[in-house]
């Protein structure tokens, strides 16, 4: 099945030089799959009755979001690459998101959509780190 991701980098004019393709392809849908289980998880969370106790899971989520959905951007934008900035952001990238899953995992019993979130962050902080090996 071709993805919106797969179809902009097959199109995109220039090359990409030695880039691994389907790390890059795979990073790219993970950050914003990411970005978006986090948001909803952390909107879940916000309508959970124990609200108080989920206040470092909501700003943990809401943070791996913001990177997430920037890295994915980031990883987007292929004229005037930069290595070090794209490594740079991939491995805030994975850090936040093994932070993210821990802190859900922490609540995955009591709450679906932690567990939910914990498993969406899992696949994007081996994404960014697969791909950030192949750079």
Same mark, same amino acid.
């Given at each position: ?52 106790? %989920?206040?470092? @899971? ?5 943070? $791996? #979001? +913001?990177? /997430? =959905? ?19 952001? %991939?491995?805030? @990238? ?5 932070? $993210? #899953? +821990?802190? /859900? =995992? ?30």
């Amino acid at each position: 099945m071709t993805t919106m991701v797969s179809e902009m980098l097959r199109t995109y004019p220039a090359d990409l030089g030695g880039v691994n393709r389907e790390a890059m392809e795979r990073c790219i849908s993970e950050c914003f799959d990411c970005s978006q289980a986090c948001t909803a998880c952390a909107d879940a969370c916000l309508s959970e009755d124990m609200v108080a106790e %989920l206040r470092k @899971c909501i700003r943990t989520n809401l943070d $791996c #979001a +913001d990177i /997430c =959905e920037a890295t994915g951007k980031i990883l987007s934008r292929h004229t005037g690459y930069d290595a070090n900035i794209t490594r740079t952001q %991939l491995q805030a @990238c994975a850090m936040v998101c093994k932070s $993210c #899953a +821990d802190e /859900c =995992e922490r609540h995955a019993d009591m709450h679906e959509h932690c567990r939910v979130c914990a498993e969406a962050c899992r696949r994007c902080e081996q994404a960014c780190n697969e791909l950030l090996a192949t750079l």
